[in-house]
């Protein structure tokens, strides 16, 4: 796209009151007649219709504001897209999120990008095909209904047509959206609902450029367009900072989370080769080299040369959860149906349990990549970033605030993949080093790539959690009370609202801001706490801990992972009291149909019931609506118990899920599995270990992670709802699957474990 | 979507600028250093490193030969992402020099195949999608080819352990799997 064209979209949006160029109201078939007070998905907040879909040189350009993280959303939105203009997929040109062209559509995350992104577009491209037909229809003397579309190719029926490249006009196009044309029926839809293969794979498995990682020279994409693209008067006005060759940059982190720098003896460091700068500022403390190896060879020296007094601020693992009891405390009733408490007392048989959830890291293979620069002339300043953060629009928030104190006119985020990252990660906070880095070098371009030890002590984790839960019986076995009590720290700190790792560690560095909880109904550490079955009397109380001591923030489902783990090892707890059959007593407690299809479904592929099992196997189901509004997921598990060492291995799992109208089947999929064996990862194995001082886990071999050997097998039923609002996926496995292998292990040895990871240890321990 | 104008990457993938840099002298090497001339063959071309050889190869790779498809990972032996095959068995590029591939063959994906010509274990990874954020795909690509060379027809059980070193956090092992069952037909 030309600057050209980039202007008039900018014009257009600032007009926003222009009325969109042909009537709407002739085609009544395909339209409603009321006006939706508010416009679906992320429309509401972006309702230009040029701002999602630009028609140009017989491309379409598509623009979202969301990224592809490796769950495949630029495929499924090119499906959309495609299928609701009615052109070849190959004929979608897709822009995921730059501060520069994309519409704002916050972070990438909460398995929304479909709700979101996939519903703007596909309400923005069914709108942009009724404009185009309308026009057509003006061009041909035809009534719009009666036009058929091919690839763009309008056509009458008569051997008469135009092509959208013909009548497709920027003015026509630029308006609001209204939603008021509604999207093909599901039966019409070609291309959605289809496996498509992933646009992003190839290119990955061929080794071409395809992440952050991969950027050597900004000059070929900045400000988001390949420099071709540029008028000349442009690529000669930027000649002179296109010659500046792109150098390394790496952190010297402190040694604790709360440390002061007392000294570095940097001398020998700059004598290094290829070394530029060694930059401390504050606690930040940093090396830029020419190459990549000597900056790795110079922050080693730097490690050494560095001298810091790290302050005791942290409990240490093995006081953890007496801690977590007793740490400020803000305390909220997420829940009060009927009388918990009566009901309890009143109740024929009570049970009482405490599950545990510790630390867990998002733990990404790469670590956290990004290229800065700043471009000055004597008038401006700009900073232009490559980033693989989940939300450009909110780091380049983050990064304004890093540069207050210094004149910066503009800051340019732009996302390029990284490694994959499962929510808040090293992503934002290693653009800030790159920023700050590249400050120090005149602004030359510097590409900064943490190091293995950088990624595993100073990522955020996900969020240590203690869930406590009462629940009564009645003399039939069902469940007429139920007390729970979840004590959490945060489950995002993201930027802006916390600022970023090196804004922090500067001198004079940026003040941590107050912490709020999530609100419920998607909320943090309540997230599913709230029971989907029919419990007379429910009370949830949320014991919120807004003060972390350990680096916390977004984890993969949040405290939805954590708190379906313990609710419905819980309701396992309650059905083995009642002696009755997990599946039949979980459906005995649910009326939500969405929700006993899943669980019916994963319970017969499974073959429930009837599968024969040796005496060392177990199986359990788990099963949660994810944040109790979106997709529903059932996951049986198979597990194998070493009656020697205790030693759990997850042998199969099953799956079924309902994500709404499945786009890509393929995608989904691949979610759930992934998902599951993720899941898998963090309920066997991992546990963050900190001291006083700060976390431990250096590298894999302090924090194994699930390897090949001892991958289930995955099967997954996906149960369809077209026509039905998307509901996303990438999350929903998660908790489930917790559940299901602690009640799979239970189903084995008769014990439960409650704390996580169900390490051999802890099975043994429950058994005696 | 190959040729997508938009597609920021798009101009490097326009040119494989090859290994100009390799041939060429380092920068700013007058001195002290131990320098070294270092040849060996680069996904079939002879190439010539100047410069440290203690210099790992992963760095060569990716900053001399421009080459994307090793990544660096952890540095540590520990995940796969950096392998890369030497006379015919993987190696673990962050910690193998420069130095220890004199005069032997390299291969990376690069070297295997291409868009319109891949190899048969990159045409599986294609088809069966075993890819999610895909960083750790170049090391799964380069321990099936090895695998299958030295054993055309694994089982299940082999191919986990050929795997066992390589992690993935997506999940995508069954993919993985099945592009490796899948490549195995293939070349059978």
Redesign the interface.
Known sequence: ?SDETRMSRRRFVQSSALAVAFSLGTSAKTTVATTQEELPGSLEDNPELDSWIVIRDERV?VYTGKVE????IKTSL?QISADELDVD??R??L?TAETERTPDEGYTAGSQSMEDSGTAITYAAAEVRQILLEAAADELDAEADQLSVDDGTVTDGNGNETTYWEIATEEALAGEASADVEPKPADEKEIVGEAM???????????????V?????TA??RG??????LPEEEIDARDEHEAQELLHGRVVRPSGYEAELESVDDEAVLEM??VREVVRDGNFLGVVA????QA?QAREELVDAAEWSVEETLPGRENLWEHLREDEVDETIAEDEGNAEDALEDAAETLEAEYRRPYQMH?????SCAVAEIVADDQERELNVWTHSQGVYPLREALIELFEDEQMDDVRC?H?????C?GHNGADDVAGDAALLSDAVDGQPVRV?W??EDEHRWEPYGSAMIMEVQGGLDDDGTIVGWDYDVWSYPHSTRPPGQPLLGGRQRENGIELRENDPIPLPTGGGTRNSIPLYEFENTRVTHHFLPEPDVRVSALRALGGYANVFALESFVDELAAAADADPVEFRLDHLEDERGREVIETAADAADWGDRELDDDQGMGIGFAQYKNLSAYCAVVAEVTVDDDSGEVTVDRAVAADDSGEIVNP?GVR?QI??????SA?WTLYEDVDFDEEGPLDD???DYP?M???D?P??EVELVDRPGEPYLGTGETSQGPTAAAIANAVSDAVDARVRQLPITAERVEDAME | MSTNENDPFSILKDGDRGFERLTTQEEGDETEEVEETIEFELNGEDVTFDGDPEKPLLYVLRNDAELNGPKFGCGLAQCGSCDVIVDGETAISCVVTVDDVEGSEVTTTRGLGTRDDPHPVQEAFIDTQAAQCGYCIHGMVMEAVVLLEDNPDPSDDEIRDALADNLCRCGTHPEIMAAVRQAAEEMN
């Open positions: 796209m350009t993280l490796g769950q495949g090119v997929v190959d979608i040109d822009i293969s992933r646009i992003d794979v190839p290119g990955k498995v061929l080794g071409e450029p395809s992440y990682q991969d950027l050597r020279d070929d994409v988001g367009v390949t420099i071709r693209d080769e290829g020419e190459t990549e190896w790795i733990a990404s293979i790469g670590p732009t390029l993949e990284g490694s994959g499962y790539q190091m293995r393929d691949q599995w992934g998902g599951i064996i993720q990862s590298d894999w071999s992670i390897t090949f050997p991958v097998e995955v």
